[in-house]
Each structure stands twice: as structure tokens, then as C-alpha cells.
């Protein structure tokens, strides 16, 4: 597949879609925004992919936010329209059948860090800063983030870096519990891959279950939460895996779950 301003490598089921926009530090701008959609679609009907890695080309970031030269023209009805599909395409990654992992390798500011907040979970480089810059442009997030940072990181502590726009380093947004974990820069794609391959030797029913009870249990009350868990449960028997995870473990063999959904 050809992109403009993504690059996108499959190996052995692992995705990886680097957007590739360097000179403007990976600045989300229609036409990306327009391209990773699409690409969640094609991703989404793709049962051979078991998991997604998403990250920024270059070393210095992830994404730098919206882009601002596109922002700076926009009126009332234009900007409502640029919000609705930058919030759509980060949906798009929550319905996603299989786990979306933000590899986070420098900047991740305003939309930067909403697209990451957008993915299942986040692994940062040393070098790696968060934010959301917006107030100082005038502005608020527009693409989620605030309410995935809300819900990620507490009301409190959300309105203090959005009203602040304070940058801060991977390992104060690790302690915030906004990243998962954090390694040094060379490091850091070995050690995403490393986590990406285990994932993708789970059964590919089970994990998709998995997170969809995650996502949609997080918005509703414990009780209903419980409920969906038990109805996903059940449809796990749908799948072979199940029969072959638990046989596997009372034959004492390693588990051989199906390569595709
Ligand atoms: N949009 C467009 N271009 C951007 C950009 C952005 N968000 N961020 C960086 N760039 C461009 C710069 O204009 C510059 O281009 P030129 O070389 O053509 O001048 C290039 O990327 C390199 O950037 P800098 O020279 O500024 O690099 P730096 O190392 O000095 O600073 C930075 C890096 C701190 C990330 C700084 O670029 C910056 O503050 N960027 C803007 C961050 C921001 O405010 N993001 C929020 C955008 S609004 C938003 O995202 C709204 C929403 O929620 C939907």
C-alpha cells in the first residue's frame, strides 16, 4: 500500500504505520489524518494482522499536534469539521479489533498526544515528551483529549496540564500512569516488538473479547461491565482457540492458536 504521509510494514502479523511527515514533526494535517483512517478501515477487515504498532518518523517526534498552518486558516464550521474526523479516526483505533500500541519516540503534543492517548496503550523513549500546547494557541483539544486524558489521568491532574500547557517527560507521564513503560531511545522499537510478538501468539478471538470488554466496560457502571465481560466470555468458546488453549494445558504442550480471526 502507498501512502503520502504514512509508511506501512506488515511482518508475521505485526502492522507498523509510521506517519511520516518528519520536516513538520509528523504534524497531523487533513490529508494524514484522511490516509490513517482509510488505513484503519483496510486494518480493520485484515484478520492476518494480530497487532498494530503506531508511531512518528525521525527521532525528535511522535506527532507535534494538528498542524497549526492548516488551524490558523479555519473558521467556526471548518474547525468543527477538521475536530470530527480527527476524533472519528482515533475511534476508529478503539474499535479496532486487535490492541493498537502507541510507540512514542519524542514529541507527542496536542493532537500528538491525543492520538496516543487514542491507542490501547502507550511505550515511550527517555527522550519522549507529553503535552497539550493548545491554550497557548487559543484553543482546546479537539481530538479527545479531554476526555481520554480525564479518564487516563484523573479530572484533576487533566486540567492542570491542559490549563498549564506544561510539557512533561516520559517518565513523570509513566508516574501519571499515562504511559505503560519507558526505555532508553535505542531501545525503545526492540522492546515494543518484543511485546507486539507475544501478543500476536495470544488467540487472535480472544484478545479482540478482551479489549472490547476493556474499552466498553471503562464507560459504564461495574454491574453492566461484568455483564458484557460475561456474554464476551461465552463467545470465546466460539472460537477453536479455546479448546485449544485449555487442551493444550492439560496435555502439558504448548498452545497453537489460529494465525487469523
Ligand atoms: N503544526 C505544523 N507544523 C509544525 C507543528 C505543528 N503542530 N509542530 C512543529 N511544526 C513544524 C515547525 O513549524 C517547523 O517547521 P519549519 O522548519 O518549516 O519552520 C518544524 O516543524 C520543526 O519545528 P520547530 O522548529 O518548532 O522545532 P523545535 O525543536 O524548535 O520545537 C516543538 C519543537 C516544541 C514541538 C515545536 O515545534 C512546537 O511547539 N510545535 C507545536 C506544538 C503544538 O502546539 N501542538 C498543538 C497543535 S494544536 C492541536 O493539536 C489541536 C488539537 O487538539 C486537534
Known amino acids: 500500500m502507498e501512502f503520502k504521509h504514512l509508511i506501512y510494514e506488515k511482518e508475521e ?8 511527515r518528519p520536516k513538520a514533526l509528523n504534524a497531523l494535517n487533513a ?7 482509510g488505513l484503519l478501515d483496510t486494518l480493520a477487515k485484515d484478520g492476518a494482522v494480530r ?16 498542524d497549526i498552518s492548516e488551524l490558523a486558516h479555519m473558521d467556526s464550521f471548518s474547525a468543527r469539521i477538521f ?9 476508529k483505533i478503539a474499535n479496532l479489533p486487535m490492541p493498537v500500541m ?13 492520538l496516543a492517548l487514542a491507542c490501547d496503550f502507550i511505550y515511550a523513549s527517555d527522550k519522549a515528551q ?34 498549564t500547557a506544561k510539557r512533561i517527560g516520559a517518565e513523570e507521564a509513566r508516574q501519571l500512569g499515562l504511559v505503560n513503560r519507558v526505555f532508553p531511545a535505542e531501545e525503545l522499537m526492540d522492546a515494543a516488538m518484543k511485546t ?21 466496560g471503562v464507560d459504564v457502571d461495574l454491574s453492566a461491565g461484568c455483564h458484557m465481560e460475561k456474554e464476551a466470555f461465552g463467545l470465546c468458546f466460539a472460537s477453536p482457540d479455546a479448546k485449544e488453549g485449555t487442551g493444550a494445558f492439560l496435555e502439558k504442550r504448548k498452545a497453537v492458536f489460529s494465525t487469523s480471526r
Not at 83 to 91: P, V
Not at 136 to 153: D, K, S, Y
Open 102 to 114: 502507541a510507540v512514542v519516540n519524542g514529541f507527542a503534543l496536542g493532537g500528538g498526544c491525543e
Open 130 to 163: 507529553f503535552g497539550l500546547p493548545e491554550e497557548t494557541l487559543g484553543l482546546i483539544p479537539g481530538f479527545g483529549g479531554t476526555q481520554r486524558l480525564a479518564r487516563r489521568v484523573g479530572a484533576a491532574m487533566a486540567m492542570e496540564l491542559i490549563f
Open 51 to 66: 497487532m498494530v504498532l503506531l508511531t512518528g518518523a525521525g527521532d525528535k517526534a511522535f506527532v507535534a499536534g494538528a
Open 13 to 20: 502479523g505485526i502492522a507498523r504505520i509510521t506517519l511520516n
Open 196 to 216: 507486539a510478538k507475544t501478543i500476536a501468539s495470544m488467540g487472535p478471538a480472544a484478545i479482540a473479547l478482551a479489549k472490547i470488554s476493556v474499552h466498553r
Open 31 to 37: 490529508e494524514l489524518i484522511a490516509e490513517l483512517d
Open 83 to 91: 475536530a470530527e474526523a480527527g476524533q472519528g479516526m482515533m475511534a
